[in-house]
Nanobody, 121 residues
Framework: VQLQASGGGLVQAGGSLRLSCAAT?????????MGWYRQAPGKQRELVAL???????TYADSVKGRFTVSRDNDKNTVYLQMNNLNPEDTAVYHC???????????????WGQGTQVTVSS
């Protein structure tokens, strides 16, 4: 299983970015929850947004009303639309997914490589 994230970059405060994370596997599999976490320098990794297979969403209080998580189950991809960004959103953003594969025959959490988001004031 691989998770490939993209879409990070440098943006001015008030701007927008859209992150994508595509999951791939060579084996028979199933994906449950998908989500985004972030880690700023000197801080612990924190949940940003989570979306279930049935599209129920959860957001950190700090991003409610500004960020939107969505997924395309046909493409095995999760997205994070980030609007009205501020410097406090600067961090490395990591996607993750809860995935079952026939190889392991159990549910496991997989992480993408991370993508840098930098918001200038």
């Amino acid at each position: 299983v691989q998770l490939q994230a993209s879409g990070g970059g440098l943006v001015q405060a008030g701007g927008s970015l859209r992150l994508s994370c595509a999951a791939t596997s060579k084996s028979m599999w199933s994906i449950n929850d998908m989500g985004w976490y972030r880690q700023a320098p000197g801080k612990q990794r924190e949940l940003v947004a989570l979306i279930t297979k049935g599209a129920t969403t959860t957001y950190a209080d700090s991003v409610k009303g500004r960020f939107t998580v969505s997924r395309d189950n046909d493409k095995n991809t999760v997205y994070l639309q980030m609007n009205n960004l501020n410097p406090e959103d600067t961090a490395v953003y990591h996607c993750n997914a809860h995935i079952w594969t026939i190889d392991d025959y159990q549910w496991k959490t997989y992480w993408g490589q991370g993508t840098q988001v930098t918001v200038s004031s």
